[in-house]
Protein backbone atom coordinates (compact mmCIF):
# COMPACT_ATOMS: atom_id res chain seq x y z
CA UNK A 1 0.00 0.00 0.00
CA UNK A 2 0.55 3.40 -0.26
CA UNK A 3 2.34 3.58 -4.01
CA UNK A 4 3.11 6.84 -5.55
CA UNK A 5 4.24 7.06 -8.97
CA UNK A 6 5.32 9.67 -11.41
CA UNK A 7 5.01 10.32 -14.72
CA UNK A 8 7.67 10.94 -16.20
CA UNK A 9 10.79 9.56 -14.94
CA UNK A 10 12.91 11.28 -16.49
CA UNK A 11 12.72 14.10 -19.52
CA UNK A 12 14.67 16.09 -22.05
CA UNK A 13 13.32 19.18 -23.45
CA UNK A 14 14.56 22.20 -25.48
CA UNK A 15 14.87 25.63 -23.80
CA UNK A 16 11.46 27.77 -23.81
CA UNK A 17 9.11 24.97 -23.55
CA UNK A 18 7.33 23.94 -21.32
CA UNK A 19 7.09 20.53 -19.14
CA UNK A 20 4.50 18.54 -17.35
CA UNK A 21 5.20 16.12 -14.36
CA UNK A 22 2.22 14.03 -12.98
CA UNK A 23 1.73 12.80 -9.59
CA UNK A 24 -0.71 10.27 -8.62
CA UNK A 25 -1.47 8.42 -5.23
CA UNK A 26 -1.71 4.79 -6.49
CA UNK A 27 -3.94 3.12 -3.74
CA UNK A 28 -4.85 6.47 -1.02
CA UNK A 29 -6.40 9.29 -1.58
CA UNK A 30 -4.40 12.35 -1.06
CA UNK A 31 -5.63 15.37 0.54
CA UNK A 32 -2.17 17.00 0.31
CA UNK A 33 0.52 16.59 -1.86
CA UNK A 34 4.15 18.20 -1.98
CA UNK A 35 6.80 18.93 -4.52
CA UNK A 36 10.38 18.93 -3.83
CA UNK A 37 13.48 20.05 -5.87
CA UNK A 38 16.61 17.93 -5.77
CA UNK A 39 19.79 18.78 -6.55
CA UNK A 40 22.69 16.39 -6.93
CA UNK A 41 23.99 15.17 -3.97
CA UNK A 42 22.19 17.52 -1.36
CA UNK A 43 18.86 17.11 0.11
CA UNK A 44 15.33 18.01 -0.79
CA UNK A 45 13.92 21.61 -0.97
CA UNK A 46 10.28 21.70 -0.87
CA UNK A 47 8.80 23.90 -3.55
CA UNK A 48 5.44 24.17 -3.02
CA UNK A 49 2.80 22.18 -0.92
CA UNK A 50 -0.59 21.30 -3.00
CA UNK A 51 -4.34 20.88 -1.08
CA UNK A 52 -6.83 19.18 -3.21
CA UNK A 53 -9.34 21.56 -4.34
CA UNK A 54 -7.04 24.95 -3.92
CA UNK A 55 -4.02 27.17 -4.86
CA UNK A 56 -0.74 25.55 -4.07
CA UNK A 57 1.36 27.23 -1.36
CA UNK A 58 4.76 27.90 -2.40
CA UNK A 59 8.22 28.24 -0.27
CA UNK A 60 10.01 31.46 -0.51
CA UNK A 61 11.89 31.77 -3.48
CA UNK A 62 9.79 29.69 -5.64
CA UNK A 63 8.14 31.03 -8.21
CA UNK A 64 4.25 30.14 -8.60
CA UNK A 65 4.32 31.96 -12.64
CA UNK A 66 6.83 29.52 -13.42
CA UNK A 67 5.94 26.30 -12.01
CA UNK A 68 2.58 25.75 -11.79
CA UNK A 69 0.42 23.43 -9.61
CA UNK A 70 -2.37 21.60 -9.90
CA UNK A 71 -4.28 19.15 -7.29
CA UNK A 72 -7.87 18.72 -9.26
CA UNK A 73 -8.29 15.48 -7.38
CA UNK A 74 -7.57 13.41 -4.45
CA UNK A 75 -5.12 10.74 -6.58
CA UNK A 76 -3.47 13.49 -8.68
CA UNK A 77 -1.26 16.39 -8.69
CA UNK A 78 0.56 18.20 -12.17
CA UNK A 79 3.67 20.30 -11.64
CA UNK A 80 4.03 22.57 -14.87
CA UNK A 81 7.45 23.83 -15.48
CA UNK A 82 6.85 26.34 -18.23
CA UNK A 83 9.52 27.94 -20.41
CA UNK A 84 12.11 26.10 -19.17
CA UNK A 85 15.57 26.75 -19.09
CA UNK A 86 19.04 24.62 -18.51
CA UNK A 87 19.06 25.86 -14.37
CA UNK A 88 15.82 24.63 -14.09
CA UNK A 89 17.74 20.75 -14.87
CA UNK A 90 17.23 18.99 -11.67
CA UNK A 91 15.41 15.81 -9.91
CA UNK A 92 11.41 17.01 -8.76
CA UNK A 93 10.21 14.69 -6.23
CA UNK A 94 6.65 14.72 -5.57
CA UNK A 95 5.27 13.17 -2.13
CA UNK A 96 1.34 12.68 -0.67
CA UNK A 97 0.20 12.87 2.71
CA UNK A 98 -2.03 9.78 3.63
CA UNK A 99 -5.41 11.36 4.35
CA UNK A 100 -6.73 8.30 6.36
CA UNK A 101 -3.57 8.16 8.70
CA UNK A 102 -2.49 11.74 7.94
CA UNK A 103 1.22 11.94 9.58
CA UNK A 104 3.21 9.98 6.65
CA UNK A 105 4.69 11.12 3.53
CA UNK A 106 5.08 8.63 0.73
CA UNK A 107 7.27 10.04 -2.26
CA UNK A 108 7.16 8.91 -6.04
CA UNK A 109 10.27 7.40 -7.46
CA UNK A 110 11.29 11.27 -9.13
CA UNK A 111 11.32 12.41 -12.38
CA UNK A 112 14.29 13.85 -13.89
CA UNK A 113 14.20 16.77 -15.95
CA UNK A 114 17.08 17.87 -18.47
CA UNK A 115 16.56 21.13 -20.45
CA UNK A 116 19.13 21.96 -23.52
CA UNK B 1 12.37 27.60 13.67
CA UNK B 2 12.93 23.54 13.75
CA UNK B 3 16.31 22.04 11.74
CA UNK B 4 17.57 18.79 11.23
CA UNK B 5 21.47 17.92 11.53
CA UNK B 6 22.95 15.01 10.17
CA UNK B 7 26.20 15.02 11.58
CA UNK B 8 28.13 12.70 9.01
CA UNK B 9 27.60 13.61 5.00
CA UNK B 10 29.28 10.15 4.80
CA UNK B 11 30.10 6.90 6.26
CA UNK B 12 32.18 4.43 4.71
CA UNK B 13 31.89 0.94 6.68
CA UNK B 14 32.68 -2.78 5.54
CA UNK B 15 30.17 -5.48 4.87
CA UNK B 16 28.77 -7.29 8.05
CA UNK B 17 30.42 -4.09 9.97
CA UNK B 18 27.38 -2.15 12.59
CA UNK B 19 26.83 1.45 11.59
CA UNK B 20 24.59 4.15 13.32
CA UNK B 21 24.35 7.06 11.29
CA UNK B 22 23.31 10.28 13.62
CA UNK B 23 20.77 12.25 13.40
CA UNK B 24 19.84 15.54 16.09
CA UNK B 25 17.05 18.10 16.01
CA UNK B 26 16.16 21.40 16.99
CA UNK B 27 12.41 22.29 18.30
CA UNK B 28 10.47 23.85 20.84
CA UNK B 29 7.49 21.98 20.24
CA UNK B 30 6.44 18.05 19.76
CA UNK B 31 7.65 16.19 16.49
CA UNK B 32 7.56 13.27 14.84
CA UNK B 33 10.62 11.55 13.18
CA UNK B 34 11.10 9.62 10.20
CA UNK B 35 14.04 8.02 8.42
CA UNK B 36 13.78 7.80 4.78
CA UNK B 37 16.35 6.11 2.34
CA UNK B 38 17.18 7.23 -1.63
CA UNK B 39 18.67 4.38 -3.75
CA UNK B 40 20.43 5.65 -6.91
CA UNK B 41 17.96 7.86 -9.39
CA UNK B 42 15.10 7.03 -7.26
CA UNK B 43 12.73 8.89 -5.21
CA UNK B 44 12.71 8.63 -1.16
CA UNK B 45 11.54 5.50 0.65
CA UNK B 46 9.72 5.07 4.73
CA UNK B 47 12.25 3.27 6.25
CA UNK B 48 10.93 3.99 9.63
CA UNK B 49 9.21 6.51 11.71
CA UNK B 50 8.76 7.45 15.33
CA UNK B 51 5.22 8.87 16.36
CA UNK B 52 4.65 8.03 20.02
CA UNK B 53 4.72 5.27 22.39
CA UNK B 54 8.00 3.22 22.36
CA UNK B 55 10.68 5.40 21.90
CA UNK B 56 12.61 2.16 19.39
CA UNK B 57 11.53 1.79 16.16
CA UNK B 58 12.29 -0.41 13.91
CA UNK B 59 12.05 -1.35 10.40
CA UNK B 60 11.41 -5.08 8.21
CA UNK B 61 14.81 -4.79 7.00
CA UNK B 62 16.90 -4.86 10.12
CA UNK B 63 17.05 -1.16 10.79
CA UNK B 64 16.42 1.01 13.97
CA UNK B 65 16.28 3.86 15.45
CA UNK B 66 16.17 5.60 19.15
CA UNK B 67 14.26 8.64 19.97
CA UNK B 68 15.61 10.37 22.24
CA UNK B 69 13.75 13.71 23.46
CA UNK B 70 16.49 14.59 26.37
CA UNK B 71 19.12 14.46 23.85
CA UNK B 72 17.10 15.69 20.97
CA UNK B 73 18.47 12.63 18.83
CA UNK B 74 16.88 10.08 16.12
CA UNK B 75 20.05 7.70 15.26
CA UNK B 76 19.66 5.35 12.85
CA UNK B 77 21.11 1.95 13.41
CA UNK B 78 21.71 -1.60 11.76
CA UNK B 79 24.06 -4.35 13.31
CA UNK B 80 25.12 -6.18 10.59
CA UNK B 81 25.06 -3.88 7.39
CA UNK B 82 24.74 -5.69 3.35
CA UNK B 83 26.11 -4.29 0.11
CA UNK B 84 22.59 -3.58 -0.44
CA UNK B 85 22.53 -1.17 2.17
CA UNK B 86 24.38 1.34 -0.13
CA UNK B 87 22.46 4.55 -0.19
CA UNK B 88 21.53 7.89 1.09
CA UNK B 89 19.59 8.53 3.96
CA UNK B 90 17.73 10.75 5.47
CA UNK B 91 16.25 12.15 8.89
CA UNK B 92 13.28 14.23 9.07
CA UNK B 93 10.86 16.08 11.31
CA UNK B 94 7.46 16.73 11.18
CA UNK B 95 5.59 19.31 13.78
CA UNK B 96 2.56 17.67 15.04
CA UNK B 97 -0.69 19.25 13.32
CA UNK B 98 1.49 20.69 10.71
CA UNK B 99 2.25 19.65 7.34
CA UNK B 100 6.11 19.70 6.35
CA UNK B 101 8.85 17.37 6.50
CA UNK B 102 12.01 19.32 7.45
CA UNK B 103 14.72 17.45 6.03
CA UNK B 104 18.78 16.67 7.21
CA UNK B 105 21.66 17.23 4.52
CA UNK B 106 21.46 13.69 4.20
CA UNK B 107 24.34 10.73 4.89
CA UNK B 108 25.75 8.83 2.00
CA UNK B 109 26.09 5.28 3.21
CA UNK B 110 28.39 2.94 1.74
CA UNK B 111 29.58 -0.42 1.82
CA UNK B 112 32.54 -2.12 1.09
CA UNK B 113 32.92 -5.54 0.48
Known amino acids: GAVVSQHPSWVICKSGTSVKIECRSL??????MFWYRQFPKQSLMLMAT?????????EQGVEKDKFLINHASLTLSTLTVTSAHPEDSSFYIC????????????FGPGTRLLVL | AQSVTQLDSQVPVFEEAPVELRCNYS??????LFWYVQYPNQGLQLLLK??????LVESINGFEAEFNKSQTSFHLRKPSVHISDTAEYFC???????????FGQGTRLTINP
Open chain 1, 95 to 106: SARDGGTGKTQY
Open chain 1, 27 to 32: DFQATT
Open chain 1, 50 to 58: SNEGSKATY
Open chain 2, 27 to 32: SSVSVY
Open chain 2, 50 to 55: YLSGST
Open chain 2, 92 to 102: ALQIQGAQKLV
